[in-house]
């Protein structure tokens, strides 16, 4: 496990998400979700209870994979969100990838962030981090995987982490994220590094780890697999899954959180370098676990 300097934990502490100053408030508000987990761990009928729900389901794709759609395509009929109290599981998540929680520490704040928020579905793809953690969590919670092609993904990444690299908690995330690989810029990165963001190895590096960590740390029973542009017609599909009536799934929102691209990877950098890097970090797995997506990147080139 890679370590995050005491630093970035610091700043999340001193920065709230507009970015002013962080009064005491929120710093004692992170540290009492703490102390109330645990709390909750010892004591749960101390605590509120769970409201009751129709089924519990995670969906757990790279960012810019339909996370968002999906969540909202269960607003209709279900308890869903996307991204729920973003900042504060971020926080924690941090602290536990920095080894500063142990297991029994974030497994009692997802235990009790769990309780209170008593979702339906929650759709966020931070979550991949403790996927096992959950899975251990909630025997009975299943997992929804949305996979997009490397190349359309890495085109809306970069162009959401234009919009949120000055955002405490979101810049801490990302700088985990992509900052871990230690890879040096290229003169084909030479935009990118002008305004503040990682390298393409970085991505698509990151862009295989999250896939394969979900493979890995989700028991296959429990995971529904499927590319971000089969969300639509895999409805009924996902209702099987989940044991519920594919109509109370509105397909009208399969395709939410459409954003306008200020940046084109092919004005920014050379084609063939991004063909190169995919084929270098992403083409092993594309062809072991997701044979069909191969075609449909290579079409985009």
Request: hydrophobic share 35%; aromatic share 12%; charged share 25%.
């Amino acid at each position: 496990m890679n370590l995050i300097s005491d630093s970035i934990i610091d700043n999340i502490i001193r920065a709230d998400i507009s970015g002013n100053k962080m009064d005491v408030r929120l710093s004692l508000s992170l540290k009492r979700e703490f102390w109330v987990a645990k709390l909750n761990s010892v004591l749960p009928a101390a605590l509120p209870a769970a409201k009751s729900r129709h089924f519990q389901a995670y969906c757990i794709g790279t960012p810019r994979s339909g996370t968002h759609s999906l969540a909202h395509m269960f607003q209709r009929h279900y308890n869903s969100a996307h991204e729920p109290a973003g900042g504060y599981i971020i926080y924690h998540l941090l602290k536990w990838m920095s080894q500063q929680y142990s297991y029994s520490d974030i497994k009692n704040v997802v235990r009790w962030r769990d309780k209170k928020l008593s979702l339906d579905l929650e759709a966020a793809h931070y979550l991949h981090h403790i996927a096992d953690v959950l899975a251990d969590s909630f025997p009975q919670a299943k997992f929804i995987f949305t996979v997009r092609d490397p190349l359309s993904w890495l085109e809306s990444e970069i162009n959401r982490n234009y919009g949120t690299r000055h955002k405490p908690f979101w810049r801490e995330i990302e700088d985990y994220r992509y900052g871990r690989y230690g890879h040096p810029y290229t003169k084909h990165d030479t935009y990118l590094q002008s305004i503040g963001l990682y390298p393409i190895s970085s991505y698509l590096a990151y862009w295989k780890d999250h896939n394969q960590s979900v493979l890995d740390l989700v028991p296959a029973d429990r995971l529904l697999t499927m590319e971000t542009r089969e969300i639509r017609s895999k409805v009924g599909e996902i209702g099987n899954f989940l044991d519920i009536d594919p109509n109370t799934i509105n397909v009208e929102k399969s395709h939410s959180d459409k954003r306008k691209k200020q940046i084109r990877l092919s004005e920014i950098t050379d084609t063939q370098y991004l063909h190169q890097q995919i084929e270098q970090h992403c083409s092993e797995l594309i062809e072991t676990q997701f044979p069909k997506m191969k075609e449909a990147w290579y079409q985009q080139s």
